[in-house]
C-alpha cells in the first residue's frame, strides 16, 4: 500500500506562488509517475502536471510556463511550484502516484487533498 500526504496549499493573492508537497510511504517500490491533479467544485478532476522516475515531465497547458513540477526521488517526495497564479487556478490539488505491482497488476494511489485557493 502506498499512502500520500499533501501539504503546502493555502491562500495567495492573483500573481502569488505556492509550492505544493507530497510525500510518499508505504510500498514505495515500483513507483514510476507522480504528479498532480486538481478539481475545482462542480469540476472533473483534471492533471495538472506529472512526473517519472526518470524526470520527464508534462503539463496541463494551462499552466505551462507557470507551473513548475520536480522530484527528489531520495526523499519519495514531488514538488508543485506555482507562480503567477491566478484565481482560476483555485482547487483542490491531489497528489498521484503511480506503481507497476507485477507484470499484470499496476496500482494508482492518491493523496487526501490540499485546497489551493487565489484570489483576486
Known amino acids: 500500500q502506498v499512502q500520500l500526504v499533501e501539504s503546502g496549499g493555502g491562500l495567495v493573492q492573483a500573481g502569488g506562488s505556492l509550492r505544493l508537497s507530497c510525500a510518499a510511504s508505504?510500498?514505495?517500490?515500483?513507483?514510476?509517475?507522480m504528479g498532480w491533479y486538481r478539481q475545482a467544485p462542480g469540476k472533473q478532476r483534471e492533471l495538472v502536471a506529472a512526473?517519472?522516475?526518470?524526470?520527464?515531465?508534462n503539463y496541463a497547458d494551462s499552466v505551462k510556463g507557470r507551473f513548475t513540477i520536480s522530484r527528489d526521488n531520495a526523499k519519495n517526495t514531488v514538488y508543485l511550484q506555482m507562480n503567477s497564479l491566478k484565481p482560476e487556478d483555485t482547487a483542490v490539488y491531489y497528489c498521484?502516484?503511480?506503481?507497476?505491482?507485477?507484470?499484470?497488476?499496476?496500482?494508482?494511489?492518491w493523496g487526501q487533498g490540499t485546497q489551493v485557493t487565489v484570489s483576486s
Open positions: 498521484y502516484a503511480f506503481r507497476v505491482v507485477t507484470t499484470t497488476e499496476t496500482n494508482d494511489y
Open positions: 508505504g510500498s514505495i517500490f515500483s513507483i514510476n509517475t
Open positions: 512526473i517519472t522516475s526518470g524526470g520527464s515531465t
